[in-house]
């Protein structure tokens, strides 16, 4: 008689917990590429030829629309949607090696536009008439945009799969925060890389070979995929249901989904736009000096680390999701106002910037691992793919809209009034409450078990 009950890899912790460490490589060095501009922005906008030469010349509109460009392709051309369907359709293997592949290719043109000069400008579309080393430098971004979206949701469903029944908020908040270190140190040393190396390009050109490493570890994370497969098969497991369109309807008529779409695209908005001018804030509305601003922002994602897996644990143990999630969008709100108000002491931005990591711990460690209580498994991946989609929506339209209306607030020396911009980010945190009370009523509701525990 044969035994079909062998024991599955996620079922050992040691191996659910390595496969957790692999995948967050990836995107640790994702995460460090998509913000290592953000502390360049004084090189970007100075002169061309200042700076020891190192000076680009990028006006702040430029700045914002390459930024912007980040979720271009994803909005415009549905390209993370349909990598969620990719997703469930095709597995998380595939997918898993298309999304790296786009980040790193998409990165290599980053880096070959800010590495050359160019003569010229070209009309985009939501940038206007832009210098062309902008237009190059944004595709890139907009392509590796498209890869590190959909990147994002294949290691959620990676997760998912791996710790369902097991440590999942916790495991969900150990990848986060891992993905921050790479944040932190892109806002910590990519200017000070970046000046000692030969300027921009040189910073940009270190997390494209970093993406290169995430996008062989991931073929090593394929390894133990395949197994856990194999495994599953002979267990005589119930295969996964691939996408089929009807399903949508699922989604779409969800109330709970919805709202975890839309406090993923307000809270989001209130944070990741934020840092990418949050070095120059320093500068001139608190006076730190350049070269080391992009330390305070770095403050943000270096406390995320311990208190994303910290309010995971909590979320495992003892429930209260929604409710971690209201907190931290009162946190967020409450971050920008101080920002909006005439208060220049550099103390008060760095006591702000810790408040805002906190608030940055509690939303994700509990949102995300709320999606698979609400959506099942078989449409995990294209609702991931939608969250994230609505989220590219802020991450594309919000920093051009920043970047004007920091341009429009600039005077003849140079100064920017950075009031206007806090007040909008502070809007973004007060719409996160609203929603994140809605969510909790319809969890009551509908007894999601928002509120529960994770771990069974």
Avoid at 156 to 180: C, D, Y
Wanted: charged share 15%; proline share 4%; net charge neutral.
């Amino acid at each position: 008689m044969t035994d079909n009950n062998h024991k599955k890899l996620s079922d050992t912790p040691a191996m659910r917990w390595t496969a957790l460490v692999i995948v967050s490589v990836t995107m640790m060095f994702g995460y460090f590429f998509t913000d290592v501009m953000s502390p360049l922005e004084p090189l970007l906008t100075a002169a061309k030829g200042s700076e020891n030469g190192m000076g680009l010349g990028w006006s702040s509109s430029e700045y914002g629309f390459f930024s912007g460009a980040y979720g271009l392709m994803n909005v415009y051309l549905l390209l993370l949607f349909f990598g969620g369907i990719i997703l469930d359709k095709f597995g998380i293997r595939f997918t898993g090696v298309l999304s790296t592949a786009l980040m790193f290719g998409g990165a290599l043109i980053k880096w070959w536009a800010v590495a050359n000069q160019f003569d010229g400008t070209m009309w985009v579309p939501f940038g206007g008439e832009v210098q062309l080393q902008v237009a190059y430098a944004a595709l890139g971004f907009a392509i590796y945009g498209v890869g590190c979206e959909i990147a994002g949701i294949t290691v959620s469903k990676v997760i998912v799969k791996w710790f369902t029944g097991h440590e999942l908020a916790l495991a969900m908040g150990l990848q986060v925060a891992l993905a921050h270190i790479g944040t932190a140190v892109a806002l910590g040393a990519a200017l000070p890389f970046a000046k000692a190396f030969g300027g921009v390009s040189a910073s940009v050109g270190l997390g494209a070979a970093c993406l290169c490493i995430g996008m062989i570890s991931f073929i090593v994370y394929n390894v133990m995929d395949k197994k856990e497969d194999e495994v599953s098969i002979a267990n005589a497991s119930e295969p996964e249901e691939g996408f089929k369109f009807s399903d949508l309807r699922l989604l779409f008529g969800n109330k709970g989904f919805w709202y975890i779409t839309l406090l993923c695209l307000m809270f989001y908005a209130g944070v990741f736009p934020f840092l990418k001018f949050a070095t120059k804030l320093m500068v001139f509305k608190y006076g730190v000096d350049p070269d080391v601003a992009g330390l305070i922002p770095a403050t943000l994602p270096f406390g995320t680390i311990f208190l994303t897996p910290f309010f995971g644990g909590i979320y495992d143990k003892y429930g209260k999701g929604a409710t971690l999630m209201i907190i931290g969008s009162v946190l967020l709100t409450i971050v920008h106002v101080i920002f909006a108000l005439p208060i220049d002491s550099w103390a008060i931005a760095i006591a702000a910037m810790i408040v805002l990591g906190v608030a940055f711990g509690l939303v994700p460690s509990a949102m995300w691992p709320s999606v698979p209580k609400i959506i099942p498994m078989k449409l995990l991946g294209t609702a991931y793919a939608m969250i994230f989609y609505i989220q590219n929506i802020g991450l594309s339209m919000v920093p051009m809209w920043i970047g004007s209306v920091n341009e429009k607030n600039t005077d003849a020396s140079g100064f920017i009034d950075y009031t206007e911009s806090m007040v909008i980010f502070a809007s973004f945190g007060a719409v996160a409450i609203i929603i994140a009370t809605l969510l909790l009523l319809e969890d009551k509701k509908k007894g999601y078990g928002l509120e529960k525990a994770n771990i069974k």
